[in-house]
């Protein structure tokens, strides 16, 4: 087994030129948008993506979380793919960290809108929501989030390195399935409790301040879920196609392609109800959030993000050849991250931009975040052997066949 990942001089080269443009988008934004007219969309295009990129690289952890708890030993000859993009999670974090005590403590009005005390005091749905959308309340729940989202990443990836040096005895392995399964179920807990509730309220609904879904959590998580999975199959195609990963086959890419395939429909699901619920219901505190997306300027992009998001991945991805192919999964997995890169877009820009503009600048800061998170998980593929070679399931993996 070809088990040792070498970082390709290209692969770095390509993330190197990928975090470059990042870097060069944002001063190029900073120059052009950084007037009173424009710096709403020069945070907001730093808030979208940072928190995008972030969730997705949490996938990592949830991953590896939902897969221990339910027993599952499919995954375990691919888990370290996984393993390696959740170690992102404590860079990203750290950069979303900075970005949002910026827009809270300088009072970037044009993203969130609460900051401004002033206006609050004489905006009622503003002052009756204060009490959690305020500095205090924000940046302690942030902290924490934050801190225990790095602390379980750090401890689940620690933990698997471990396992390594380990005995392959039958005690060994109960051990290590009870030790996993019991930091899993500590992790899900807070996963459901953030990502699941209040988190995405306070990032990223609050730019909408006077609008609320009970439902939003829920369409955040299905987004970032299901691009976290794509970005999980572009790592393991990429090893595959370099010689790495030999026990992994089209067996455990179809069963990556038919989770993908699920959760474009979840996400489609909740995309319907939470319009359908706020159409039906005509309540000018909800309606104001589709005002802009329905019949304003980000039209298009409100519907094309549903053909990209739902109808490509119904259409590509309802065929088991598909799902089997590794070509095929590559452009669908990019056009998926893509998709929901643009569902963010659109979630984020109406309400910190007053038009619709080509998101040069978005998109190049985005390609910055991709920039690190190749690279982040790159130098942690390299760290250790690819296969877990003490697992108790590892067998299962290899002979797996769907």
């Not at 380990?166 to 399935?177: A, C, E, F, N, V």
Request: proline share 4%; hydrophobic share 50%.
């Amino acid at each position: 087994m070809k088990d040792q990942f070498v970082v390709p001089a290209k692969l770095k080269t390509t993330s190197f030129v990928l975090m470059g443009i990042g870097v060069l988008t944002l001063l190029i934004g900073l120059v052009a948008l950084g007037g009173e007219h424009g710096s709403g969309r020069f945070w907001g295009g730093i808030l979208q993506n940072s928190t995008f990129f972030l969730l997705v690289a949490l996938v990592g952890t949830f991953f590896i979380g939902v897969t221990t708890l339910a027993h599952g030993g499919w995954h375990v000859g691919f888990r370290r793919v996984p393993e390696a993009l959740s170690m992102a999670v404590p860079v990203l974090g750290g950069i979303l960290f900075v970005v949002l005590m910026i827009l809270v403590f300088g009072h970037k009005d044009q993203v969130y809108h609460w900051t401004n005390l002033e206006h609050v005091e004489h905006d009622p749905i503003l002052k009756g929501k204060s009490a959690f959308l305020g500095a205090g309340f924000f940046t302690t729940a942030t902290i924490i989030t934050l801190g225990l989202w790095i602390l379980f990443t750090i401890k689940l990836r620690n933990m698997s390195l471990q396992e390594d040096s380990w005995d392959l005895s039958p005690d060994t392995g109960r051990r290590l399935l009870w030790r996993n399964s019991v930091w899993c179920g500590g992790f899900i807990v807070i996963y459901a409790l953030s990502v699941g509730s209040t988190t995405p309220w306070l990032w990223l609904m609050s730019v909408d301040a006077h609008w609320y879904s009970t439902m939003y959590s829920w369409y955040t998580f299905a987004s970032t879920w299901v691009s976290g999975l794509s970005m999980i199959a572009l790592f393991v195609i990429y090893l595959k196609k370099h010689g790495y990963m030999s026990w992994v086959n089209e067996e455990h890419l179809h069963d990556l392609g038919k989770l993908m395939f699920a959760f474009s429909i979840f996400w489609t699901y909740l995309w319907f109800s939470q319009y359908m619920l706020t159409w039906y219901a005509n309540i000018p505190e909800e309606t104001v959030y589709f005002q802009p997306r329905v019949w304003g300027p980000f039209r298009g992009v409100f519907f094309l993000n549903l053909i990209i998001n739902f109808v490509l991945p119904l259409l590509l991805l309802m065929k088991r050849d598909t799902k089997r192919n590794f070509t095929a999964m590559t452009y669908i997995a990019i056009l998926i991250i893509f998709g929901h890169w643009l569902d963010f877009f659109q979630m984020v820009a109406p309400a910190t931009s007053q038009a619709l503009h080509f998101p040069w600048y978005e998109f190049g800061v985005g390609l910055g975040f991709v920039g690190v998170i190749i690279f982040v998980t790159a130098q942690q593929l390299a760290k250790a052997p690819l296969v877990p070679k003490n697992h108790p399931y590892l067998k299962e993996s290899i002979v797996h066949h769907t």
